[in-house]
């Protein structure tokens, strides 16, 4: 896609229990508790399995060899700050592993 | 649907060469995004209405195009049907954006084979233009696919390249 550089683009789902109801594309996003999404530690371990490294804080950031010819060989995973879904999310720190 | 690939044999690879002592030679955080998930997001019981499901934002970088390939996953324990939609949107844009060669594949089998199906519909350069696969989106503009509908323990997933 093409557009105004430094414009964040976001891509998501929207769940609603009417289709005629999309709530204008912004609604509210689901609390903690009503959703369990994958957790950064299980990635984390999912990485060090196949004999890849992870940090020592592998919560909030984690390195991984991508090993291409022609690509980086080394990136860095940041859970980023703007991800509001991080913050007091069960899925995100482990507990439904 | 349509995934009509062979199932490709697994090949198993060696472990990755060389250390971390090659960091230096790695792109400058930001230029390219890995967003990792080791589960489908299972929605549980909410109550009414429509909720966003996660949200993953990649800022255009400096040259102003973005490849972007998104495999979404989601699963209803809600207990009754519900429906689910993909967005695609600029945040906050005044200004329009534009796409060229936007394909998906979506899959609602179980996990397991709706992951074959997408991946191998991804290996295998298979997947569907969305329209002729050209369009721009008008400035505060919003790209919406679906909805689909979602029985209750019922899986839908899918891959973009936009």
Not at chain 2, 79 to 96: D, H, M, P, W
Not at chain 2, 106 to 116: E, H, R, Y
Not at chain 2, 151 to 159: K, L, P
Request: charged letters at 15%; a negative charge; one cysteine or more.
């Amino acid at each position: 896609m093409t557009g105004t550089p430094e414009k964040l683009f976001e891509t998501y789902a929207i769940v609603t229990d009417d289709p005629a109801n999309l709530g204008t594309y912004a609604s509210p996003i689901l609390d903690s508790g009503t959703h369990i999404r994958g957790s950064w530690p299980h990635c984390a371990q999912r990485v060090a399995s196949q004999t890849l490294q992870a940090q020592a804080n592998q919560i909030a950031t984690f390195e991984l060899a991508l090993g291409q010819a022609g690509e980086p060989d080394r990136i860095r995973i940041q859970k980023r700050t703007e991800d509001e879904h991080g913050k007091d999310n069960e899925g995100l720190y482990g507990v439904d592993t | 649907m349509a995934c009509p690939q062979d199932t490709r044999r697994p090949v198993f690879v060696g472990p990755p060469e060389g250390t971390f002592a090659q960091w230096a030679s790695s792109d400058a955080l930001g230029s390219r995004w890995l967003v990792v998930s080791s589960a489908p997001e299972s929605i549980l019981n909410y109550g009414a209405g429509p909720r966003t499901l996660y949200k993953v934002r990649i800022p255009i970088p400096a040259s102003g195009h973005l490849d972007l390939r998104t495999y979404l996953w989601h699963v209803n324990r809600t207990g009754s049907q519900r429906y689910i939609a993909f967005v695609l949107r600029l945040e906050n844009a005044s200004t329009a954006w534009s796409y060229t060669g936007f394909r998906k594949e979506d899959a609602a089998q179980g996990i397991v084979a709706a992951g074959i199906c997408t991946v191998a519909a991804h290996l295998y350069g298979t997947l569907s233009l969305v329209g002729d696969g050209t369009g721009e989106v008008a400035a505060n503009g919003t790209l919406v696919l679906g909805p689909y509908t979602l029985t209750n323990n019922a899986f839908h997933g899918a891959v973009h390249e936009v």
